[in-house]
């Protein structure tokens, strides 16, 4: 799988994700619903043969810049100061995914591999510990349900997931 051919399908997947937000799929449904979605595109995306061959061939630089997109925490806070958002959600898993987003930026410039390991683990145990607070608090969670957070469940916490875990895997095989 080339590179090109991971961008088209990471696209037309977020196509379909936006696709089912502006449709209210998951504002529709059962409150546990963004839940069991994330957890099966998790599975999924970490199953595909072919991205997960990709993901361990790739510069990890490219792995890693796809957590900048974890400067969404300063939205988080942002609708955490309009009330839209609860407290536990929006102040600690934003400044968490921030504090990842910025350490991002250092080690796209120097990839070191105790730097990798320290901010993989890190950034990992910060997204479960957001996944498991959303769970926790899903009554008070509407704003996931609705674009654009809607694409968190549906597109990019299963990708960060995914790119941890690939990582990871190459870091402890020692091909990073």
């Excluded at 960060?160 to 990073?176: D, E, Q």
Aim: aromatic share 10%; glycine share 10%.
């Amino acid at each position: 799988m080339t590179t090109r051919q991971v961008g088209a399908g990471l696209g037309v997947w977020l196509a379909i994700a936006i696709g089912a937000g502006a449709a209210g799929v998951l504002s529709a449904g059962p409150v546990r619903l963004p839940q069991g979605i994330l957890v099966g595109l998790t599975v999924l995306t970490l199953a595909i043969a072919p991205l997960r061959r990709w993901a361990m061939k790739v510069d990890i630089r490219a792995l890693v810049a796809f957590h900048l997109s974890r400067f969404v925490g300063a939205y988080f806070l942002y609708l955490y100061s309009r009330g839209e958002l609860p407290y536990d959600f929006a102040v600690k898993g934003g400044i968490g995914d921030i504090m990842v987003a910025l350490a991002a930026l250092l080690l796209i410039c120097k990839p070191a591999r105790i730097g990798l390991i320290a901010w993989n683990l890190f950034g990992l145990c910060d997204i479960l510990f957001v996944v498991a607070t959303a769970a926790r608090l899903a009554g008070s969670m509407h704003a996931l349900t609705v674009l654009p957070l809607s694409l968190l469940p549906t597109w990019l916490v299963p990708l960060i997931i995914a790119t941890h875990t690939w990582m990871l895997v190459r870091l402890f095989k020692g091909r990073p």
